[in-house]
């Protein structure tokens, strides 16, 4: 087991960013918002500050990666600069964010417990591990390429009682964003997954990944897998209901 290495200036920089941007929009975007959707609002728009720009980062970290070695990646490389930087980023990211959950909703043990869970997988493969990014990062892309969708879903659903466009915008945006994060997280995510299990079980990392990690990882990564599975399902049925009870009315 390698011994953690924090000589980089790249994660108090990214510490420093997120917490700036929550303030910024706790503050100033949403201070007219009331009490309750003003930090969720403050919690989206970070996650809109990482989600899409992680994205980018991850696909040019896994491309330049793919362009300069001279053998495909695995599930079981060694983390590059670039895939170390974007894991950094995301690890600034998740510990704001389970501060503001700690802080606002302490008794949101599912969130809370996602974070630490992803804060986990995210910091052993980029400070005691070092291979195995390549993977993490792929799923990083799938987890965040929904975010951009997800949050503004999200903060039209806060205001959709109050303002009438929220309401129109949340309305518009249900039936696709679900329909894209069915594909991403029910389908594609899932395919991966299983060949990243199949790599794993097959002990084809030999001795770069410990057993231990990437155990755990995959304990990880498919809970949260499912957990999104139930969420969307859960969506898709309130959806067809609220559907369903407008074709009556009209």
């Known amino acids: ?5 924090f000589q980089t200036l790249t994660l108090p920089t ?3 960013f997120f917490v ?3 303030l910024l929009a706790y503050f100033r975007i949403f201070q007219n918002w009331d009490p309750k959707h003003r930090v969720e609002a403050s919690s989206c728009f970070i996650s809109l500050t990482h989600g899409t720009p992680a994205v980018f980062m991850a696909i040019h970290a896994l491309t330049t990666h793919t362009t300069k070695s001279p053998s495909p990646p695995t599930f079981s490389s060694p983390n590059t600069y670039l895939h170390n930087t974007v894991l950094e980023f995301s690890i600034s990211y998740f510990s704001i964010d389970l501060l503001h959950y700690l802080i606002f909703f302490p008794n949101d043990t599912l969130f809370i417990l996602h974070h630490l869970a992803t804060l986990y ?3 052993t493969c980029r400070f005691i591990v070092h291979h195995g990014s390549f993977a993490l990062l792929v799923l990083l892309i799938l987890a965040e390429i929904t ?3 997800q949050n503004v879903w999200t903060l039209a659903g806060y205001r959709k009682a109050d303002l009438p466009v929220a309401g129109k915008v949340f309305d518009l945006m249900s039936l696709p964003f679900f329909a894209f994060y069915t594909i991403v997280r029910g389908i594609i995510g899932p395919l991966f997954v299983y060949k990243m299990g199949v790599f794993y079980i097959n002990q084809m990392a030999g001795d770069s990944i410990p057993v231990w990690a990437w155990v755990s990882w ?3 990564i498919v809970t949260a ?3 999104s599975i139930v969420w969307v399902f859960d969506h898709w049925i309130d959806w067809f209901k609220r559907r369903k009870a407008m074709n009556k009315l009209a």
């Open 1 to 5: 087991m390698g011994i953690p290495s």
């Open 14 to 16: 990214f510490f420093f």
């Open 20 to 22: 700036s941007s929550y």
């Open 121 to 123: 997988v995210f910091f």
């Open 147 to 149: 975010s951009f969708c």
């Open 218 to 220: 995959m304990i990880v």
């Open 225 to 227: 897998i499912l957990i």
